[in-house]
């Protein structure tokens, strides 16, 4: 099970963070990921992390902007997000799976949590 916390409303150019916390087993093990899914369109990958946080990814619309951390020992991943824009506004969703910038590599997920930017 994954969780997702941290969304909300902000305007744009601020900061967020959103969170997700696993209850998995050996959650380590897994790669974990962000995508987001905006109103109307499809899920797309925002960030990913390996297991061992030794790598990440990034879509080409947030590099710079967002940073995907974790601590396995917390059994949680981090996006925060910096300089928002009103395009982000999205749910963004949690997995863990196999690293990969696709979502059919990915097991397990969140619920998502709403993020809102406002111009």
């Known amino acids: 099970q994954l969780i997702e916390s941290g969304g909300g409303l902000v305007k744009a150019g601020a900061s967020l963070n959103v969170s997700c916390r696993a209850s998995?087993?050996?959650?380590?093990?897994?790669?974990a990921a962000w995508f987001r899914q905006a109103p109307g369109k499809e899920r797309i990958f925002v960030a990913a992390i390996t297991r061992g946080a030794g790598d990440t990814m990034y879509a080409d619309s947030v590099k710079g902007r967002f940073t995907i951390s974790r601590d396995n020992d917390q059994n949680m991943v981090t996006l925060q997000m910096n300089s928002l824009k009103p395009e982000d506004t999205a749910v963004y969703y949690c997995?863990?799976?196999?690293?990969?910038?696709?979502?059919?590599?990915?097991?397990?997920w969140g619920q998502g949590t709403q993020v809102t930017v406002s111009s």
């Open positions: 997995a863990a799976g196999a690293y990969s910038n696709m979502r059919r590599h990915y097991s397990y």
């Open positions: 998995i087993r050996f959650f380590s093990t897994y790669a």
